[in-house]
């Protein structure tokens, strides 16, 4: 193996004080545990594995890789009442096992007769849990279902440190090899989320490039990651500093309790990097290829307005208004404006969904749900045609904003309210976990679980809009 010493880069003056700057007093912190520093040397590589080029070969190295899990995380951490919250406490209420199956795992939902297949793919420190409903309702309509874990994804968040955006992209390109397998000439798409939604972006122009098959018949992309906060460059600066002897912790951009089954709650410094490298090659290669037609297939993108995590105005100048006019849609979540008056925002988005519906020049479909009056929690659904000014269609959804609810989130989209996990209540009669909307209140810095993690939101109102539109979506694309 490497030293830390071999393989460290020179960094450039400006950026090591700037660096140092950011991280000053970075060494201190939560103490690491096994599942920050033990890296699970049975993930999926895209250099280490050449041997794997087929999805049973990846399920079959899956299947290892938990059991090396089991063996170097599980079975030394301590048990017991005072780790019922304990993630990788095995028997506690956040242990995955307690769940059945285990959405951590790649899942495939088969069908005798498929009308076509999905895949879908998961956000970064997430698990396929995230789009389960998703992929539950389609096997429903007679698709069959993918949802593919990612590598690094779904055991420890040390996976994170070693990952490259490389190594989910070829993990990708299995799974869409494995569907074509079963269902032959009928269509394919491809239900990404987040970092997941860059990767069916880096699929599709693989394809359009020669360097991957089959091509999809489209893409839903669901809060997706396009443009990220420019300091997540400086993520690999970071992370080589965090190379160096007692400087571990700088590995870590976060390192909170893991109390959540499907989602690690700690960051590492790698992974901002990766998804940084992923949008940036995704972005540079869809700008080379504007004005081009139909390098991508139809695009259906689905999105809150306010997005703590990704850009909506990148997802509009750098992708939408890239592409050939009249393939693509765009839906967005706007803010409750009945609950949430200007005088109490940080950034009102009024500017950028007034720009869209005022520019007569939008070479794709737009629809805004929001509050159907200023002074209503009634929410409806404003549809505008491409190449048009104002809004043609309006549809009630026969919902309102919930009371408390000001807007949605970048990890609320693809979870139902009953959801039993995320959604608006605990499943009744289940003594289990529930990390969804609750109401607590009292002094800060009593709980282990964050004020900021109880202030977002985890799950989608509006889930059967969402659902329906995506279900419309794919059963009407026809295969390209």
Known sequence: MKSAASRWHPIPPGILLLTGLLLMGGCGGPELTPWHTDQLTREFSARRS???DNFADYLALEKTLFAQLDERVYAKTATGPEYALMRYSKGSLADPAQRQPNWNRSFELSSNAPAGAVLLLHGMSDSPYSLRALGESLHRRGFQVLGLRLPGHGTAPSGMLGIDWQDMARATRLGMKHLAQGVGDKPIHIIGYSTGAALALDYALRVEQGQAAPKPASLVLVSPAVGISPAAALAKWKRRLGLLPGLGSLAWLQIEPEFDPYKYNSFATNAAEQVHRLTSSVAGRIGNRAGSDSFLPPILILKSTVDATVSTNAVVD??????????HELVLFDINRFAATS????EDPAPLTTRLIADDQLPFGLTLVSNAASNSRAVKAFYKAPFSTGVARIEPLDQEWPLGVFSLSH?????????????REPPKGRDQLFLGQQALQGERGVLKISGDFMLRLRHNPFYDYLEKRVLGWIEKTPRN
């Open 318 to 327: 750098r992708l939408l208004l890239q592409l050939a006019p009249r393939r």
């Open 50 to 52: 050449a041997d794997v």
């Open 343 to 346: 005088s109490l925002l940080v």
């Open 411 to 423: 990890v609320a989209l693809p979870f139902p309210p009953d959801d039993p996990l995320y959604g």
